[in-house]
């Protein structure tokens, strides 16, 4: 049974960092597309990062490149969303998500995803 668990949610200052993990069971393959997505109140789910695991193909949406980083502990099963220089507007709920099995794929895309963790809260202050 695939299961997918988030955690290292928390609140913060603007200008902040935070650490979000996700930790995966129940894959078949070592290699997997995962990603993270983020929902606000009253506003789609979008997608902020994601990673093809093991083969190092990351993507980003252009809201967050060079202030999150995406990686991997393959060994682990375990993916991480650095999150730095935090901003009110990133203020969400958090979504670890996979796609399996891993085919053609569009990475920030929420309808190509079909295994979801039940998210952690990121809340960011002015």
């Known amino acids: 049974q695939v299961q997918l668990v988030e955690s290292g949610g928390g609140s913060v200052q603007a200008g902040g960092s935070l650490r979000l993990s996700c930790a995966a069971s129940g894959f078949t393959y070592r290699t997997n597309c995962m990603g993270w997505f983020r929902q606000a109140p009253g506003k789609e789910r979008e997608g902020v990062a994601a990673?093809?695991?093991?083969?190092?193909?990351?993507h980003y949406a252009d809201s967050v490149k060079g202030r999150f980083t995406i990686s991997e502990d393959n060994a682990k099963l375990t993916v991480y969303l650095q999150m730095n220089n935090l901003k009110p507007e990133d203020t969400a709920m958090y979504y670890c998500a996979a796609v399996l099995p891993c085919g053609s794929w569009y990475p920030l895309a929420v309808e190509d995803y079909n295994y979801w963790g039940q998210g952690t809260q990121v809340t960011v202050s002015s």
């Open positions: 990673i093809y695991t093991g083969g190092g193909n990351i």
